[in-house]
């Protein structure tokens, strides 16, 4: 993604939309990312960065919508006192990995062999007992 960039009246330097506009604005925007896209921001400059490390509430709007999949895993992090940043990288591919095979993307898997190349996590007992009981279901 290119940086946007403003001209101020009477300035001749172009500036970044974080460095022209208060943090409060900064982080709105930053909160209409997804989590991806958040992550990446997070890479593009020191700035940015420093933005969005700071904002818990960047993290934890991100981490409830993963706690609709992985709510026993986001909820025992969070007793255990983990920031929502630890808390969404810890549960994020675990919760798109679990919602798909409840959605049945799976379920016509016969070996290992299919799931290569995809991205995989460790899931709990409870996990496979939730997705073992959706296949029954179907």
């Known amino acids: 993604m290119p940086p946007v960039f403003l001209l101020l009246p ?6 970044g939309f974080v460095d ?9 925007i930053f909160g209409e990312l997804d989590t991806p896209s958040l ?7 020191r700035r940015w ?12 709007t991100q ?8 709510q026993r895993e986001v909820d025992r992090d969070r007793r255990d006192g983990l920031s ?3 808390t969404l990288v810890r549960n994020y ?7 798909d095979w409840l959605r049945g993307r799976y379920s016509h898997v016969r070996s290992w062999e299919e799931l290569s190349g ?4 460790p899931l709990d007992a409870e996990t496979w007992g939730e997705i073992l009981q959706a296949e029954l279901d179907r």
Do not use: F, H, N, Y
Request: net charge positive; glycine share 2%.
């Open 10 to 15: 009477g300035d001749a330097r172009p500036q």
């Open 20 to 28: 022209a506009l208060p943090t409060e604005m900064s982080v709105k």
């Open 39 to 45: 992550c990446s921001a997070v890479r593009t400059c």
């Open 49 to 60: 960065r420093d933005i969005i490390e700071d904002s818990d509430q960047l993290w934890r």
């Open 63 to 70: 981490c409830l919508s993963v706690r609709t999949v992985c």
């Open 84 to 86: 929502w940043k630890v």
């Open 93 to 99: 591919t675990r919760s798109r990995m679990k919602r």
């Open 118 to 121: 995809r991205k995989t996590t």
